[in-house]
């Protein structure tokens, strides 16, 4: 099993900032990819931004260039840093871990979720 949890969200500005962490415990060598997801009510939960366990990121189209994924193996963390947000942006995004299944990776593994709110 693998735990997840994440931390960073909160209130900001539209064109201002976050770094939303997630620290994963437990049998992470099985893990070949984190990502971050997010969601908003009455709709489907969206990839934001993911990254194999060779450093590969990916991002969705809507946040190239204002997002980045980044990991600390010493730390067994993601981070999820956010700039130039929007109101577009307001979601509660979960942390994800993904095994390799065949050539897909599917995410397994799920944090609470953690809100983030960008006012205009």
């Known amino acids: 099993q693998v735990q997840l949890v994440e931390s960073g969200g909160g209130l900001v500005q539209a064109g201002g900032s976050l770094r939303l962490s997630c620290a994963a415990s437990g049998t992470i060598g099985s893990i070949n990819a984190m990502g971050w997801y997010r969601q908003t009510p009455g709709k489907q939960r969206e990839l934001v931004a993911s990254?194999?366990?060779?450093?590969?990121?990916n991002y969705a189209d809507s946040v190239k260039g204002r997002f980045t994924i980044s990991r600390v193996d010493a730390k067994n963390t993601v981070y999820l840093q956010m700039n130039s947000l929007k109101p577009e942006d307001t979601a509660v995004y979960y942390c994800a871990a993904a095994r390799l299944r065949s050539t897909l990776f599917i995410f397994d593994y799920w944090g609470q979720g953690t809100q983030v709110t960008v006012s205009s």
């Open positions: 990254i194999t366990s060779a450093g590969t990121p």
